[in-house]
């Protein structure tokens, strides 16, 4: 029997603590710079493209087109070990160019997935804190 340990959850920080709120109302928010307009995701302290720190969080469409994908065969991520072989999915949401989302995707769906494929969000009901965004195609 492989080695079974319970997946992680995410340690929510005042940073990240409005995505995982609205994550919690299955709503994705992302940190949005108010000086120049650009998404930063993961939260930063400061903007990735003009080094603001006027940082709110953001509405987005959940939409968005896959930009690489690859098959994991390896346990290498905790809690995953059960679901090898499985597709993860690098999803480029349609708000912005590299704005990046990872996922991982059943392996059944690996004769449908190809890059440029269209995905939506949705969101997994981990606990009573925890709703993780997930993405399923479109
Ligand atoms: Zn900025």
Redesign the pocket.
Known sequence: MPDTRPKPLPAVDALSKPFWDAAQQHRLVLQR?T????FNHPPRLA??????Q?LDFEPVSGRGRIYSFTVMHQPNIVGFEDEIPYLNILVELEEQAKLFMVCDLPLADRDTVKIGGLVEVWFEDVNAEISLPRFRLA
């Open positions: 710079c000086a120049c307009g650009y903007c990735d493209a003009c080094q603001s006027q």
